[in-house]
């Protein structure tokens, strides 16, 4: 692997860059991998990496069905954060918060981490104790938060309607000021160049038609490219998790939902942190070319159509206008769906499942993408210890039969709540 | 998306609210009792989640205000079979 830096530029500089190695190789699948990893997404190819780096091994091999990031990581709006207010959270998504800060020097590759601060807004004095109850929780968990007034609001976000009469007045926020986004096509490229460097095979367009099983052990996989054998076999297909475990003949806590998130043109620089109105069930930033980003809640139904009702865009955009009166006669450029794996208590599932030696990482509901470093590091400990690395050991299977569930929003068991 | 209810007929997505997967609920009583506890786990819990075909549970919460059991493809989101309970 070419290292790069700016020497590097300069010196394929001078041959007009056509000298310039493939960031990863484009291996024929082998027979039988140590470990086979399904999903060359964010999580899949971290997972690679951590068991290359980490735990030195490299007998793996990444198999995506379509091309690299073309799932969910490139259809998440790339926001990182970690201002969650129960501790097993907390504990992991500040852990994913702290590797962000170290990644792009870790892969050599930018992922353009940009800590421009994560801002929610409240609407009323009780969304504000909930804001101030969840700043508490984090400042008492390590993480940073600071309470925002209306005019620290005005402030950070001069274009936001501050206004008495405004159809959602405004009554404080809270920031996360080492929150912020990172580019998302860049986090897989980036850990599937630095995993392919260790050896790790990355194989796409193979897609997984089968899990094989020898008694209760997962032999390997069926795909579009021939059977692979395996001593373990990890699914990062979140998403998808419930397609890949019913292979293996298991139901898992899961429900695939869509969740939309959408475009506008690109204009110049208006906003540079990233705000969240739970009220409004909304949020957006602006892109690096000046797109407004923005979303909002997933629509509700069991979906794998990657696609969504115009009513969602109808209330995100609404929201947007409301609170940023400005932006009302921007066109909108762009809309898209995703579907996510929604757990029955809306956290993640890191864990060996009961197949022996079939592992999972799914259920990441809406907010996966800043979870990618992390998940990756907790799923590489697991397969190669066979023990739950400490950041995730409550992302069990077993809690929803022990009842040790990790409900956020304590919506319970109704997936298109949380 | 439009919904099918068996009493307006075909009216909009906003009216209504999602009931999830239509399950049958299980034998015995919800508890710790090591005989019910698992089928009641699965049923509160674990979802067959298909890419196709599901049996859900509709509210038409802006109408009728009936719950309906109908049958969706989770693919193409169409309707394609309803039934009342």
Known sequence: MSHYSAWSLLRHALDGHRSWAPAWRDPAPRRHYRVVIIGGGGHGLATAYYLARTHGITDVAVLEKGWLGGGNTGRNTAIVRSNYLLAANSRFYEHSLKLWEGLTQELNFNVMFSQRGMVNIAHSNAELSALHRRGNAMRLNGVDAELLSRDDLGRLMPALDLSPEARFPVMGGLIQKRGGTARHDAVAWGYARAADARGVDIIQNCEVTAIRRDGDRVAGVETSRGFIGADKVALCVAGDSGRLAAMAGLRLPIESHVLQALVSEPVKPMLDVVAVSGALHFYINQSDKGELVMGGDIDGHNSYAQRGDPEIIDHVVESAIALFPAIRRMRLMRAWGGTVDMSMDGSPIITRLPVDSLYLNGGWCYGGFKGTPAGGTALAHLIATDTPHPIADRFTLTRFDTGDLLDERGAGSSPWMH | ?85
């Not at chain 2, 009216?15 to 239509?22: C, D, I, K, Q, V």
């Not at chain 2, 049996?55 to 038409?60: P, T, V």
């Not at chain 2, 309906?68 to 394609?80: G, K, N």
């Open chain 2, 1 to 85: 998306m439009r919904i099918p209810c068996p009493n307006c007929g075909s009216r909009s997505l906003a009216e209504f609210s999602y009931g999830g997967a239509a399950l049958d609920r299980p034998p015995g009583d919800i508890g710790p009792s090591p005989e019910t506890a698992p089928a009641w786990d699965d049923f509160v819990y674990r979802r067959d989640n298909p890419a196709g075909p599901l049996r859900e549970l509709w509210f038409h919460a802006a109408g009728c205000r009936a719950w309906f059991v109908a049958t969706r493809d989770t693919r193409s989101l169409e309707f394609i079979a309803e039934v009342t309970p």
